[in-house]
């Protein structure tokens, strides 16, 4: 349930992304959808294979390059999708980071609400 949950706040995060930046867009929520489920198989799965590979930059950078990792991903969901567009990879890298955000909130606001114990 709570998985089902997250997708669902996440897709909704990704339109509030199409919504507050324009070079993001996402043409329905069925999209969204598609596009947030993407996006996480994607972090599941590439995600550690990048991270591996780009450890050595990684390190240099003090992290900073995780930044790049994430764009990169996001980007790349694009591609793979006709409903979720990103115009550039600077519009990757900024939707990326809105992403992001809204993911925590919405992490701390499930955590929150699934481990509150009742009185």
Known sequence: ???????????????????????????????ALIAAAVIGLLNMFVRPVLV???????????????????????WAASGLMSGFHVNSFLAALVGSLIYSVLRMLIGAALGELFTRKPA
Not at 52 to 74: E, K, R, S
């Open 1 to 31: 349930m709570r998985l089902l949950i997250k997708w669902l706040l996440s897709a909704l995060a990704l339109l509030a992304v199409a919504y507050l930046y324009s070079g993001v867009q996402v043409t329905s929520y069925t999209s």
């Open 52 to 74: 591996v590979l780009t450890l050595p930059v990684t390190v240099v950078t003090f992290g900073l390059f995780l930044f790049i990792i994430n764009a990169l991903l996001f």
